[in-house]
C-alpha cells in the first residue's frame, strides 16, 4: 500500500510553505491538484519537479477511483488544494474517506489554514469555535445559518464569503445578531493583508466607507456571547450610572468611558442611553 499525503500550502506568503512539505512534493509519484495552473506556481518557485494531475470538485468522485487503485498499487500521493489546507472548504474529503476505508495511511503534511490563521488574530474567544465553510447563496440556507449562529453555545462562529457579498453579508449580520463582535479578515499573509476587529456595527461602517478594502477571499469571524450577556445583564442606562458613582464623574463622561471600555455595546447605544438618562434626570 502506498500513503496519501495531505499537503498545507500557502495562502499568500510561499515562505511559509514547510521543508517537510517540499521534500514530500518531491518524493511521491505524483501530486493531485486543485487547479494545475496554481499549483505549477508553486512548484516552480521551489524547483520542484513532479507530475500533476487535476484532481477538483467536478471529477473527485471519479478521480478518486483511480487514485485509490495507485494507492493500492503501492504509489505514494500528495494532495494539495489551491492555497490552504485540503479538505477545509477544498476538494479532499472524498479521497481521504475513500482512502481510511480501504485500510490506505493518510498522513497530514500541516501548514497555513485561513481559518486558524485568521482566529489566531481575531481577538475573539477562541476556547471553543465553529466553522461553517462559505456563506449559502441561498435565501433559506442563509437563514438556517444565522439561526445556527445565533443559537450555538460556541464561542466563535467562522465563515467564509467572497468581496462581493461581504457588504451584505455583514448588513445582515448587523440586523440578524445586533451588538455582536467580529472580524473580517482578508488577504491573509500577503502585503495588503487586513483584519477589522470590532462591534458589528462599527466594522460594518469602517468596511462600507473603504470601498478599497473588499478585495480578495473574506474570513469572517463572530461572537454573539456579547450580545446574550447585555440581555441578561444591566441596562445601558444602569452600567452609566453605575459609572458616574465610582468614577464620581459626568454623565458625558461616563458615556465616553464606557464606550471606551465595554466591548460589548454599541457606541450607537450607549450615545442613546446617555440621552435618555439626561431625560430622566432633568
Do not use: W
Not at 114 to 123: Q, Y
Not at 221 to 238: F, R
Amino acid at each position: 500500500m502506498g500513503v496519501l499525503y495531505v499537503v498545507a500550502t500557502p495562502i499568500g506568503n510561499l515562505k511559509d510553505f514547510s521543508l517537510r512539505a517540499i521534500e514530500t512534493l518531491e518524493k511521491v509519484d505524483y501530486i493531485l491538484a486543485e487547479d494545475t495552473r496554481q499549483t505549477i506556481k508553486l512548484l516552480n518557485h521551489f524547483d520542484i519537479k513532479n507530475k500533476m494531475v487535476s484532481y477538483h470538485k467536478f471529477n473527485e468522485k471519479q478521480r478518486s477511483i483511480s487514485v485509490i487503485e495507485d494507492l493500492k498499487n503501492n504509489k505514494d500521493i500528495a494532495l494539495v488544494s489551491d492555497a490552504g489546507t485540503p479538505c477545509i472548504s477544498d476538494p479532499g474529503y472524498i479521497l481521504v474517506k475513500e482512502a481510511l476505508e480501504n485500510g490506505i495511511k493518510v498522513l497530514g503534511v500541516p501548514g497555513c489554514s485561513a481559518v486558524i490563521t485568521a482566529l489566531s488574530i481575531s481577538g475573539l474567544d477562541t476556547t471553543s469555535f465553529s466553522f461553517y465553510g462559505f456563506v449559502p447563496t441561498e435565501n433559506k440556507l442563509r437563514k438556517d445559518m444565522f439561526n445556527n449562529i445565533k443559537n450555538s453555545s460556541i464561542k466563535t462562529k467562522v465563515v467564509y464569503e467572497s468581496p462581493k457579498r461581504i457588504l451584505k453579508l455583514l448588513e445582515e449580520l448587523k440586523q440578524e445578531i445586533p451588538g455582536c463582535l467580529i472580524a473580517v479578515c482578508s488577504e491573509l499573509t500577503k502585503i495588503h493583508e487586513s483584519c477589522v476587529h470590532g462591534k458589528i456595527e462599527d466594522v460594518y461602517q469602517t468596511m462600507k466607507n473603504d470601498s478599497g478594502s473588499l478585495k480578495g477571499e473574506y474570513v469572517v469571524l463572530i461572537s454573539n456571547q456579547p450580545e446574550i450577556e447585555k440581555k441578561e445583564n444591566l441596562s445601558i442606562e444602569a452600567k452609566i450610572v453605575d459609572v458616574i458613582i465610582k468614577n464620581d464623574c459626568t454623565i458625558k463622561d461616563a458615556v465616553k468611558m464606557l464606550n471606551e471600555n465595554d466591548d460589548y455595546l454599541s457606541k450607537k447605544d450607549i450615545y442613546n442611553a446617555g440621552l435618555n438618562l439626561k431625560k430622566i434626570l432633568k
